[in-house]
T-cell receptor
Framework: QKEVEQDPGPLSVPEGAIVSLNCTYSNSAFQYFMWYRQYSRKGPELLMYTYSSGNKEDGRFTAQVDKSSKYISLFIRDSQPSDSATYLCAIQGGGFKTIFGAGTRLFVKA | NAGVTQTPKFQVLKTGQSMTLQCAQDMNHEYMSWYRQDPGMGLRLIHYSVGAGITDQGEVPNGYNVSRSTTEDFPLRLLSAAPSQTSVYFC????????????FGPGTRLTVT
């Protein structure tokens, strides 16, 4: 079993839709839960992160962690064509080594 | 600041050839890493360094060597290229202290024929 599972998609939505991206993980010791965004032919960039459980909001983006279910989510409100990218979840167990999900490709159609 | 730079952007090798992928950062970050990204596999850690002179293996180290003589540079050497090493390679630097955000370079697309 992989330590982090993420549906690769692709996920295609109309502009303005609410997008839900999800990952599951297997090790309850993980502490930092991150989302990276990767545009085509570019390196990933950190979008946002949460520590332990709970929600974190940044503009149109909300990251959510449910440690009891080992489930992390990223919600994008009012999605825009510029949000079209691959979104990678990533988790850390307290050290700097990071485990990445496979990434979900998102297409937002104008 | 240039951030993390990688050269070359593209490379085609024949099986058995060797080469070095260059990576440099100007943010004075302690930690540096090399990943490969393959379709459906996500980013997999090849080697990493927690400071000048200190390196360690990641998840997929076979066929690769690294060294870290300075804080700024972290080259990745392919010893004898194989078609299985066809991939996109990303270098990343990370400041010390959680949450250990990784700053990625633009990547090197490598094809081994």
């Amino acid at each position: 079993q992989k330590e982090v599972e993420q549906d690769p998609g692709p996920l295609s939505v109309p502009e303005g839709a609410i997008v839900s991206l999800n990952c599951t993980y297997s090790n309850s010791a993980f502490q930092y839960f991150m989302w990276y965004r990767q545009y085509s032919r570019k390196g990933p960039e950190l979008l946002m992160y949460t520590y332990s459980s709970g929600n974190k909001e940044d503009g149109r983006f909300t990251a959510q962690v449910d440690k009891s279910s080992k489930y992390i989510s990223l919600f994008i409100r009012d999605s825009q064509p510029s949000d079209s990218a691959t979104y990678l979840c990533a988790i850390q167990g307290g050290g700097f080594k990071t485990i990445f999900g496979a990434g979900t490709r998102l297409f937002v159609k104008a | 600041n240039a951030g993390v730079t990688q050269t070359p952007k593209f490379q085609v090798l024949k099986t058995g050839q060797s080469m070095t992928l260059q990576c440099a950062q100007d943010m004075n970050h302690e930690y540096m890493s090399w990943y490969r990204q393959d379709p459906g596999m996500g980013l997999r850690l090849i080697h990493y360094s927690v400071g000048a002179g200190i390196t360690d293996q990641g998840e997929v180290p076979n066929g690769y060597n690294v060294s870290r003589s300075t804080t700024e540079d972290f080259p990745l050497r392919l010893l004898s290229a194989a078609p299985s090493q066809t991939s996109v390679y990303f270098c990343a630097s990370t400041p010390s202290g959680g949450p250990y955000e990784q700053y990625f370079g633009p990547g090197t697309r490598l094809t081994v024929t």
